[in-house]
């Protein structure tokens, strides 16, 4: 039974650009988050995606937009790039959302913003 | 709002030595409260889990109980190994959206 995968596992983007990150939920899963992870800290929550649509969001800006696809994969959509978004990006599945599911992590994707 | 404070790193500890890492909390409702674990480079595991006050979340030797009285949910462990050494997280998740809210970490040494 495989995990929550993450591509690409490393990139490095220029200021200024857009970068995707995609997402596959484990399997049975269907409630898929993202955090942004910055060096040393732990991880912010950036915004929550279940039956395809955005159900929760953190404090991010709008440059930072998902998309959730009919087999639970979700995408995360960064735009104008700046250094401060240089971070490992974390996606967590879960079983609906509900109170006390317990969310599995991927790798992560490393994203360097030069 | 919700928030997590855990002890700052990094703790260093010699091996079989007892371990202890501090985690409070501040809620709405009533939370379930983790603990996840990090190994250099890689992403985060599930280390144990509490859902309810009183519950004692426990794996690999590691515990943690669900302090309602105190808002905290501390992780001992009474013998550490050099392959315990990781980033540690305490946090707690969301009533309703199961949005998690994480500590800062707290990096563990252990010395052989």
């Known amino acids: 039974d495989a995990g929550v995968t993450q591509s690409p596992t490393h990139l490095i983007k220029t200021r200024g650009q857009q970068v995707t990150l995609r997402c596959s939920p484990k399997s049975g899963h269907d409630t898929v988050s993202w955090y942004q992870q910055a060096l040393g800290q732990g991880p912010q929550f950036i915004f929550q995606y279940y039956e395809e649509e955005e159900r929760q969001r953190g404090n991010f800006p709008d440059r930072f937009s998902g998309h959730q696809f009919p087999n639970y994969s979700s995408e995360l959509n960064v735009n104008a790039l700046l250094l401060g978004d240089s971070a490992l990006y974390l996606c967590a599945s879960s079983e609906t959302g509900l109170s006390g599911n317990t969310i599995y992590f991927g790798e992560g994707s490393w994203l360097t913003v030069v | 709002g919700n928030s997590v404070t855990q002890m700052e790193g990094p703790v260093t500890l010699s091996e079989e030595a007892f371990l202890t890492i501090n985690c409070t909390y501040t809620a709405t409702g009533y939370p379930s409260l983790f603990w996840y674990v990090q190994y250099p480079g890689e992403g985060l595991q599930l280390l144990l889990k509490?859902?309810?006050?009183?519950d004692k979340g426990s794996n690999k030797g590691f515990e943690a109980t669900y302090r309602k009285e105190t808002t905290s949910f501390h992780l001992e462990k009474g013998s550490v190994q050099v392959s315990d050494s990781a980033v540690y997280f305490c946090?707690?998740?969301?009533?309703?959206?199961?949005?998690?809210?994480f500590g800062s970490g707290t990096k563990l040494n252990v010395k052989p």
């Open positions: 509490a859902t309810k006050a009183d």
């Open positions: 946090a707690l998740s969301d009533p309703n959206f199961n949005k998690f809210y």
